[in-house]
């Protein structure tokens, strides 16, 4: 079972900083494309940052140049373990939104492609 846990959000002042985390579990992780999306109050949902299973990266032009999105297995001693994290810098209040985490097995998830596996969500709140 894949499962997806987000943590690190909170409040931060506008010009901040925040690193997100998201715990993959039940996932092999060479073989997994990961993934932030968010989504505000009265808005669709929007990717953020995505790496998929082949290390191609992409960024939604909102965020390029402030985010940055990694992943590592060093708590995982079978590959079935997998972190990704989402540094957040210069926020802006725009940026507030609850963000998710999600996973999708292969590569070929871009930033329009639909994930099936979803995390709870943790809340991001700038203000200025």
């Known amino acids: 079972e894949v499962q997806l846990v987000e943590s690190g959000g909170g409040s931060v002042q506008a010009g901040g900083s925040l690193r997100l985390s998201c715990a993959a579990s039940?996932?092999?992780?060479?073989?997994?494309?990961l993934g932030w999306f968010r989504q505000a109050p009265e808005k669709e949902r929007e990717a953020v940052a995505i790496?998929?299973?082949?290390?191609?990266?992409?960024?939604?032009?909102?965020?390029k140049g402030r985010f940055t999105i990694s992943k590592d297995d060093a708590n995982s001693r079978d590959n079935t373990k997998a972190t990704v994290y989402l540094q957040m810098n210069s926020l802006k209040s725009e940026d507030s939104a609850m963000y998710y985490c999600?996973?999708?097995?292969?590569?070929?998830?871009?930033?329009?492609?639909?994930?099936?596996?979803w995390g709870q969500g943790t809340r991001v709140t700038i203000s200025s």
């Open positions: 999600a996973g999708a097995l292969g590569a070929g998830y871009g930033l329009d492609t639909p994930f099936p596996y």
């Open positions: 039940g996932i092999t992780y060479s073989s997994y494309s």
């Open positions: 790496i998929e299973s082949d290390g191609t990266i992409s960024y939604a032009d909102s965020v």
